[in-house]
T-cell receptor, first 113, second 114 residues
Framework: GEDVEQSLFLSVREGDSSVINCTYT??????LYWYKQEPGAGLQLLTY?????DMKQDQRLTVLLNKKDKHLSLRIADTQTGDSAIYFC?????????????FGSGTRLSIRP | EPEVTQTPSHQVTQMGQEVILRCVPI?????FYWYRQILGQKVEFLVS????????KSEIFDDQFSVERPDGSNFTLKIRSTKLEDSAMYFC????????????FGPGTRLLVL
């Protein structure tokens, strides 16, 4: 069945790069997403990548997709205290907007001074 | 920037009571969803809704759950007889417009069943 796995915690020093990793099982994934959840808040879509791409860059965010290994990563350059949050990797297998999204457990990113 | 909104932000109810969670999706979106997140667990898909009918539902979405779009703006999730295990954060999402592949989530309703 569909499953998305990610490590639970990551701690980085302010100013360093953060790399959050994710693996998924469904080879028919079409879109892969990164959502951010700050304490008490909802799920904010950060970025997403179509499965025929292997990289996408958006300002401080870089998404890398290795479709062969079913591995997705999110790199946050120059990590700031405001980046402290839970980051969810997610995927969908549909092309239609009606398709459900499958989420990982989330990685809690904490920033050390 | 348009947002998905949800009310109430928190709801406490007694086991066996009915609750209605409300959502206002982004105005030009046509696809609507409910997800839930039990404390400490993954965000789980409940149901998707398009063209006034359910497109897909998960095993969680049993006969105690129903969804409705009663007017042109609201999208509701009803739980007929709440159970303790229904305690969770419930997220509404919508998709459509030019970026149909992305779902935008509301801030959630935290439901506590006592």
């Amino acid at each position: 069945g569909e499953d998305v796995e990610q490590s639970l915690f990551l701690s980085v020093r302010e100013g360093d790069s953060s790399v959050i990793n994710c693996t998924y099982t469904d080879s028919s994934s079409t879109y892969l997403y990164w959502y951010k959840q700050e304490p008490g808040a909802g799920l904010q879509l950060l970025t997403y990548i179509f499965s025929n791409m292997d990289m996408k860059q958006d300002q401080r965010l870089t998404v890398l997709l290795n479709k062969k290994d079913k591995h997705l990563s999110l790199r946050i350059a120059d990590t700031q205290t405001g980046d402290s949050a839970i980051y969810f990797c997610a995927e969908t297998t549909g092309y239609s907007s009606a398709s459900k999204i499958i989420f990982g457990s989330g990685t809690r990113l904490s920033i050390r001074p | 920037e348009p947002e998905v909104t949800q009310t109430p932000s928190h709801q406490v109810t007694q086991m066996g009571q009915e609750v209605i969670l409300r959502c206002v999706p982004i105005s030009n979106h046509l696809y609507f969803y409910w997800y839930r997140q039990i404390l400490g667990q993954k965000v789980e898909f409940l149901v998707s809704f398009y063209n006034n009918e359910i497109s897909e539902k998960s095993e969680i979405f049993d006969d105690q759950f129903s969804v409705e779009r009663p007017d042109g703006s609201n999208f509701t999730l009803k739980i007929r007889s709440t159970k303790l295990e229904d305690s969770a954060m419930y997220f509404c999402a919508s998709a459509g417009g030019q970026r149909r592949e992305t779902q935008y989530f509301g801030p959630g309703t935290r439901l506590l069943v006592l």
